[in-house]
């Protein structure tokens, strides 16, 4: 008796087939062949007897989430049958979240939103895949959490600023405004200028630009762990560059005791950061982000929800140039685990956390 299972085939990038590359078109077959690398792009496709589906996936690497970037199918019975199992298989990954990035102008499918995909808090038009799609998440399990509107960092620099207006943002502060006009990048150049240590954001500045900034929210603090007490971010600098850097924190420091910001020492423990944001505090991290990219770079994110050992993070940077949009950074979750060995930079290594807490 001949079998009417579908067929499923998982296939890489590069090996779509002339068959699917034809009935994609031109202009999918170009946008599903782009170099999404090191994102983990991978083609799934179901062929059976109530027709056939394709979809591409991709998602950053150590992280708990899959993202659908398109569903092609012939008819929506095969489509809702591919979504099943990709819903399945991410489930078997042991991911938090599947989510799904549709051009705007597109709607979530019927068979979608019965699966229990929501939208994504629309983002503030900023850098780049921020104004061209729309996302929705599904969270295995449920993630009762607040959204925070996403914005992402304009420069190569400014993610310490980004992630600290953002916390503000969630205080209720609208550091960015409410519309995507030029005053937003202002400010986030603006907050960059008052924490920077040329091009970075040490952890000291920015823990003093975040506590001026905090001033109009009342019962907010500050507390700022760094377990060395040299100057940071600082290993590739030599002579007078580095000298007028460490001349910078060192005036941050002065800052940071005149306002009563508390300094911890010690190296805090990633079950600490968990607990807090747990249980409401929110953390800035200085991260490399190695982890999750193809190379190694200091960076700041914004870690604002948690649930047994998956922390989510709002991430101010999207690799666009890889065909990551906002849809991989908001709300982007990660392992107890992975985030330990994120939150660590230089040689020997060092932690830099910043907490706001109520």
């Not at 946008?31 to 979809?55: I, K, L």
């Not at 607040?146 to 953002?166: K, N």
């Not at 922390?311 to 999207?318: I, K, T």
Request: proline content about 6%; some cysteine; aromatic content about 8%.
């Amino acid at each position: 008796m001949e079998s009417t299972a579908p067929v499923i085939e998982h296939l890489p990038i590069d090996q779509l087939g002339a068959d699917l590359a034809d009935r994609l078109g031109p202009e999918r077959t170009a946008a599903w062949s782009r170099n999404r690398e090191p994102y983990r792009p991978q083609v799934t496709v179901v062929h059976g007897p109530d027709g056939e589906a394709a979809a591409l996936t991709s998602g950053r690497p150590n992280t708990r989430y899959t993202k659908i970037v398109d569903i092609w199918s012939t008819t929506d019975t095969a489509a809702e049958r591919l979504l099943q199992h990709l819903i399945a298989s991410s489930l078997d990954r042991g991911d938090a979240c599947i989510k799904w990035e549709l051009p705007i102008g597109e709607n979530l499918p019927r068979f979608g939103a019965a699966a229990g995909f929501i939208e994504l808090q629309t983002p503030i038009v900023s850098g780049a895949g921020t104004d061209e799609v729309r996302g929705f998440a599904l969270w295995h399990g449920g993630f009762p959490h607040a959204q925070l509107r996403y914005y992402s960092q304009t420069t190569d620099f400014t993610c310490g600023a980004v992630a600290a207006m953002t916390a503000l943002t969630a205080l209720g502060l609208d550091p960015f405004g409410v519309t995507a006009d030029d005053g937003a990048r202002e400010r986030e150049l603006a907050f960059w200028r008052q924490a920077t240590n040329f091009p970075a954001c040490e952890p000291v500045g920015l823990a003093v630009a975040l506590h001026d900034a905090l001033a109009p929210a009342t019962g907010y603090s500050v507390e700022l762990h760094l377990d060395t007490e040299g100057p940071v971010l600082l290993e590739e600098y030599t002579g007078a560059d580095r000298e007028y850097r460490a001349l910078l924190q060192a005036e941050s420091a002065e800052q940071a005791r005149a306002r009563g910001i508390q300094r911890h020492a010690d190296r805090v423990e990633v079950a600490e950061i968990v607990r807090r944001v747990a249980e409401g505090d929110y953390a800035l991290l200085l991260i490399d982000d190695a982890q999750m990219h193809d190379s190694s770079t200091p960076h700041w994110v914004l870690a604002h929800a948690a649930k047994g050992d998956t922390v989510l993070l709002h991430e101010p940077w999207a690799t666009d140039q890889r065909a990551e949009t906002w849809v991989d950074s908001h709300d982007l979750p990660v392992a107890a685990d992975v985030l330990d060995r994120l939150v660590s930079w230089g040689d020997p290594a060092y932690r830099g956390v910043i907490f706001i807490t109520r």
